[in-house]
């Protein structure tokens, strides 16, 4: 017999006086970017990083839902996605409600993983919505000529090097582009309909990647009310209600690098390539967050 069983088991034996009638509600907390892969130096959002967690929160047999807390400013369109269908899989095999608080902001990927919440709660001044797709880039072709670099390609494929930064845009990979960013926006407001439902008002610019504050996306039907997490579970579930976080391991940067044991050369190049590459993420997230303000 699992120890959450024994537990219940003795609790029933146990006179109605000295019971606590009240109930755990396992808490996931979602901070951070949405990317594949995992970072260093930024604390990021995938598949990967989060499954464990879930798992290990809905696992809790006597709770009648999982609490998730999201601060996302988006990311991954595919990892946003296996997100949702992780949580929404898990809530329908374990048969649990599914609570959505949004902190600061949940836009873009942050909001697809926060639609799939039975109820999703937002600060009046949270940040919502965002429902759109964008690619950001850089060019360089005039930086190569002043330096007097010449860069050589030679592909097999007349679209392999398609939007090459070191090359001049081309309209026919503009269009490529924006037919791809269609598609993957159709999906993203496909899933918001088949969530949100009636709640959803009748505004143009609803999927058109414009955000707004927690107490207009109430009125949109973005979210299902506006408070915090601990005030809406005890109003639910009587003032007995205790939150349970589920934490992922603890010491997994310091392991990871191990610089103050004995170290190999090729140990520390390795740490060393790490930190520059880690400041290219630092950078990429520090920009999804200033969209907003943040």
């Given at each position: 017999m699992?120890?959450?069983?024994?537990?219940?088991?003795?609790?029933?034996?146990?006179?109605k006086?000295?019971?606590s009638d009240?109930?755990?509600?396992p808490?996931?907390r979602?901070?951070?970017?949405?990317?594949?892969?995992?970072?260093?130096?930024?604390?990021?959002l995938?598949?990967?990083?989060?499954?464990?967690?879930?798992e290990k929160?809905?696992a809790?047999?006597d709770?009648?839902?999982?609490?998730?807390?999201?601060?996302?400013?988006?990311?991954?369109?595919?990892?946003?996605?296996?997100?949702f269908?992780?949580?929404?899989?898990?809530?329908q095999?374990?048969?649990?409600?599914?609570?959505?608080?949004?902190?600061?902001v949940?836009?873009?990927?942050?909001?697809?993983?926060a639609?799939a919440?039975?109820?999703?709660?937002?600060?009046?001044?949270?940040i919502v919505?965002s429902?759109g797709v964008?690619?950001?880039?850089?060019?360089?072709?005039?930086l190569?000529?002043?330096?007097?670099?010449?860069?050589r390609?030679?592909?097999a494929?007349?679209?392999?090097?398609?939007?090459?930064?070191f090359?001049?845009?081309?309209?026919?990979?503009?269009?490529?582009?924006?037919?791809?960013?269609?598609?993957?926006h159709?999906?993203?407001?496909d899933?918001?309909?088949?969530?949100?439902?009636?709640n959803?008002?009748?505004?143009?610019?609803?999927?058109?990647?414009?955000?707004?504050?927690?107490?207009?996306a109430?009125a949109?039907?973005?979210v299902?009310?506006?408070g915090?997490?601990?005030?809406f579970?005890?109003?639910?579930?009587?003032?007995k209600?205790?939150?349970k976080?589920?934490?992922?391991?603890?010491?997994?940067f310091?392991?990871?690098?191990a610089?103050?044991?004995?170290?190999?050369?090729?140990?520390?190049?390795e740490?060393?390539?790490?930190?520059?590459?880690g400041?290219?993420?630092?950078?990429?997230?520090?920009?999804?967050?200033?969209?907003?303000?943040?």
């Amino acid at each position: 017999m699992e120890r959450s069983s024994v537990t219940s088991f003795f609790r029933r034996l146990l006179p109605k006086s000295m019971r606590s009638d009240g109930v755990t509600i396992p808490v996931v907390r979602l901070n951070g970017t949405i990317m594949a892969g995992g970072g260093q130096f930024r604390q990021n959002l995938s598949l990967a990083t989060v499954a464990g967690l879930l798992e290990k929160a809905f696992a809790l047999k006597d709770a009648p839902a999982v609490a998730i807390s999201i601060n996302s400013p988006g990311g991954s369109a595919v990892q946003s996605r296996l997100i949702f269908t992780r949580i929404r899989d898990l809530a329908q095999e374990k048969n649990k409600k599914v609570f959505v608080f949004v902190e600061d902001v949940a836009a873009s990927g942050g909001y697809m993983i926060a639609v799939a919440g039975d109820e999703i709660i937002a600060d009046p001044s949270s940040i919502v919505g965002s429902i759109g797709v964008i690619t950001a880039s850089f060019g360089f072709p005039e930086l190569l000529k002043k330096l007097g670099i010449e860069r050589r390609v030679h592909t097999a494929g007349s679209n392999k090097s398609i939007l090459d930064p070191f090359r001049p845009e081309r309209e026919e990979d503009i269009e490529t582009l924006k037919a791809l960013q269609l598609q993957v926006h159709d999906t993203f407001i496909d899933l918001v309909k088949e969530r949100r439902g009636d709640n959803l008002a009748d505004d143009p610019d609803l999927f058109t990647g414009m955000f707004w504050s927690g107490k207009k996306a109430l009125a949109l039907g973005l979210v299902d009310g506006l408070g915090d997490m601990r005030g809406f579970l005890k109003n639910r579930y009587g003032d007995k209600t205790q939150l349970k976080l589920i934490a992922p391991p603890r010491g997994l940067f310091g392991r990871r690098l191990a610089l103050f044991g004995s170290q190999s050369e090729g140990r520390i190049a390795e740490a060393a390539g790490s930190v520059a590459t880690g400041l290219v993420e630092v950078m990429e997230e520090r920009a999804l967050w200033s969209r907003f303000g943040l």
